[in-house]
Structures are given as structure tokens and as C-alpha cells.
């Protein structure tokens, strides 16, 4: 059974940092390329960076690319995203997925003042 648990988040000011993990079990996850996403009160959840399965290649959404920065550790089978410069409107539950259907139940993330 495929599982995903988050940990990181937390309160953070305009221009902080965070980095997020989260630790994958139940599948081979060096075999899949796997994805940050978040959700923000009233919105819809989109995908927030996306890694390959050997970590090769990533792809950004627009508004984060230079300030977020996803990565992985296969023989860990640990997923990252490292967060800077961050922005109210980065406050959003952020909730990592195997790209096959599942994601965990994600880590709040709060930029305020």
C-alpha cells in the first residue's frame, strides 16, 4: 500500500524559508517520477514542482520557478522541496503524490506576518 507523510511545515514570515519532506513507502520510488502539489483555501490543488524518477529533470509552476527548489533521495526514498523567498500567497496545505493517484494528507504552510 502506497504511503506518503509529510513534515516541515509551519508559520513562516514574508521572505522565509522552509523545507518540506516527505517520506514515501509501499512502492518502488526510485522507479517514478513524483510531485509537490498544494491547495489553498477555496482553490483548487495544483502541482507545484514535479521531479524524475533519477532526479535528473524538474519542472517548476510559473510562480514559484527561483525561489522553490524539489529534490529527492532514491536510497532514502525521501521527496524535498526546499522553499524560499516565500510569499503570503504561498500559504497552502502542500501535500506530495506518486503521480499514480495518492498523496498524503499534506503539512500546512502559513506566510504572515
Known amino acids: 500500500q502506497v504511503r506518503l507523510v509529510e513534515s516541515g511545515g509551519g508559520l513562516v514570515q514574508p521572505g522565509g524559508s522552509l523545507t518540506l519532506s516527505c517520506a514515501a513507502a509501499?512502492?518502488?520510488?526510485?522507479?517514478?517520477?513524483v510531485s509537490w502539489y498544494r491547495q489553498a483555501p477555496g482553490k483548487e490543488r495544483e502541482v507545484v514542482a514535479v521531479i524524475s524518477s533519477a532526479g535528473s529533470s524538474t519542472n517548476y509552476l510559473d510562480s514559484v520557478k527561483g525561489r522553490f527548489t524539489i529534490s529527492r533521495d532514491n536510497a532514502k526514498n525521501m521527496l524535498y522541496l526546499q522553499m524560499n523567498n516565500l510569499k503570503p500567497e504561498d500559504t497552502a496545505v502542500y501535500s506530495c503524490?506518486?503521480?499514480?493517484?495518492?498523496w498524503g494528507p499534506g503539512t500546512q504552510v502559513t506566510v504572515s506576518s
Open positions: 503524490s506518486d503521480n499514480r493517484g495518492t
Open positions: 509501499g512502492f518502488t520510488f526510485s522507479a517514478y517520477a
